[in-house]
């Protein structure tokens, strides 16, 4: 069984590196071939933005379970009073986004493998390589194999958060400042 389980964490490894090796080979090559124009080259030209590539690599299926969650809040504390708002825009503020999740499990991960491989068995490190490959990966093409599973939590982007955030706060100030300006635009004939 220790074999099996031995040859297992050796396929994933070598699909990982796998994985970092042709993404490195891609970047390299657009590098060497200057597909994009040096006056640009910066990050957010290299590489697309987080929002984009996850809700890109996410099913259809997924993200609108998430957006229809998200229109569900935004209708949900929209029609309750300005205290329950600003309540949950304090409870968006501390929201994890997918981001922070993703780098979380990755960093316990290695923090687990290595300490599993120094004081059980070395290939315990197998799973800090696995998970450290799999982060690469995300940063380069947006998608990694624990992804799938956080969004089929509902785990959000930072800009789905943001998304919420700025309705409730666009209906917070009406509900604030409708009643001032309605008085300070009240015209009345005074002929």
């Not at 970092?20 to 933005?49: D, T």
């Not at 982060?135 to 799938?148: D, E, I, K, M």
Request: hydrophobic share 40%; with cysteine.
């Amino acid at each position: 069984m220790q074999k099996a389980i031995s040859n297992n964490i050796e396929k994933y490894l070598h699909v990982g590196m796998h994985i970092l090796i042709q993404s490195f080979r891609g970047l390299l090559y657009a590098e060497a071939h200057c597909l994009w124009p040096k006056a640009k080259r910066n990050m957010e030209n290299v590489l697309q933005f987080s929002h984009d590539r996850v809700r890109k690599n996410t099913s259809d299926k997924l993200n609108q379970k998430i957006d229809q969650q998200t229109d569900n809040n935004i209708r949900k504390y929209a029609s309750q009073g300005s205290g329950v708002i600003e309540k949950r825009l304090r409870e968006l503020d501390r929201e994890w986004d997918i981001e922070r999740a993703l780098e979380l499990t990755s960093g316990l991960n290695v923090l687990v493998g290595l300490t599993l491989g120094l004081t059980v068995n070395k290939k315990w490190f197998l799973l800090s390589a696995v998970s450290s490959a799999f982060l690469v990966q995300h940063t380069l093409q947006g998608w990694c194999p624990p992804l799938p599973i956080m969004r089929y939590f509902g785990i959000r982007t930072k800009e789905e958060i943001d998304m919420e955030r700025e309705a409730l706060e666009e209906k917070l100030a009406v509900d604030v400042y409708s009643p001032v300006l309605s008085n300070d635009f009240d015209v009345t004939d005074e002929s």
